[in-house]
C-alpha cells in the first residue's frame, strides 16, 4: 500500500480516536449532571410535599411556585378526587400547570386539555384562572378554544362574527397550542403565577400536617 495512504489512514484513525474520547467524556458529564438535576428534583419534592404555614416566607418570590407545585402534585397522587382536596386558589394554579402539562411531549395540544378525563374538571373554570392571575390574552385564547370545541360538538356553522373567537375566528387546535405556547414566553405568565401565590400564601400551607409529616420533614431538612 502506498505510504501516502498509510499515513492518511492513521491521521484518520487518531482523529477517531479523539473524537470518541471527547464524546465519550461529553457523555459521561451529560450522565452526572443529570444525576444531579434528578437528585435535586427529589429533594425538592420531598422538602415541598407538605407546607408548613410560613413556610413559603423563606422561599425566594421567583420561584414560589416551585414548592407549590410540589404540594400539588403529591395531593395530585395522593387522591383519585384530587380536585375536591384543593381550594379555590389551588385550583386556579394547578388548573393552569395541568394545561401547561398538555402542551409538552410529542404531538402535544390543547385540544387534549379538554377532552382528558383527568382534567375534566378544569374545564368549566380554566379561562377564568388566566383572568384572575392577570392574564388576560390567555383568557381569551383559552375561551376561544372552549367555543371552537362547542361549535365542533354540536356542528354549528363557523361564524367570522363570532364575539367568542374575536381575532381567533380562523384558528384550528395546532393554531391555537402554538399560539399559547408564544404567549405563555411573551407576557410573563410565570411571575403572574408567582404573584397570585404570593397574594395568597395562606391557601396553600397544610393546616393538618400530621406528627409523621412533621417528623419526615426535619429529618429532611437534616
Known amino acids: 500500500m502506498n505510504t501516502t495512504y498509510l499515513i492518511v489512514w492513521a491521521l484518520f484513525g487518531i482523529v477517531c480516536v479523539f473524537i470518541l474520547y471527547f464524546y465519550s467524556k461529553r457523555m459521561i458529564q451529560l450522565s452526572k449532571d443529570k444525576k444531579i438535576q434528578q437528585g435535586i ?25 416551585e414548592p407549590v407545585l410540589f404540594k400539588l402534585m403529591r395531593v395530585e397522587n395522593e387522591y383519585d378526587d384530587y380536585y375536591e382536596h384543593m381550594n379555590h386558589s389551588e385550583h386556579v394554579i394547578h388548573g393552569i400547570y395541568s394545561l401547561n402539562q398538555s402542551l409538552t411531549g410529542k404531538n402535544a395540544s390543547i385540544q387534549s386539555f379538554f377532552e382528558s378525563p383527568g382534567t375534566e374538571c378544569y374545564v368549566n373554570d380554566i379561562q377564568d384562572y388566566f383572568e384572575e392571575i392577570g392574564a388576560h390574552q390567555l383568557h381569551d385564547l383559552v375561551a376561544a378554544v372552549k367555543r371552537l370545541i362547542e361549535i365542533i360538538d354540536n356542528d354549528e356553522d363557523d361564524d367570522e362574527d363570532d364575539p367568542i373567537m374575536g381575532i381567533y375566528s380562523r384558528y384550528n387546535f395546532t393554531d391555537f397550542s402554538q399560539e399559547y405556547v408564544s404567549l405563555l414566553a411573551t407576557t410573563n405568565v410565570h411571575s403572574k403565577i408567582c404573584k397570585y401565590i404570593l397574594d395568597h400564601k395562606e391557601d396553600f400551607y397544610d393546616d393538618d400536617i400530621t406528627e409523621s409529616n412533621e417528623e419526615m420533614e426535619d429529618e429532611d431538612e437534616c
Open 41 to 65: 428534583l427529589l429533594e425538592k419534592q420531598a422538602k415541598y410535599e407538605y407546607l408548613k404555614p410560613g413556610s413559603l416566607d423563606e422561599v425566594d418570590e421567583d420561584h414560589i411556585d
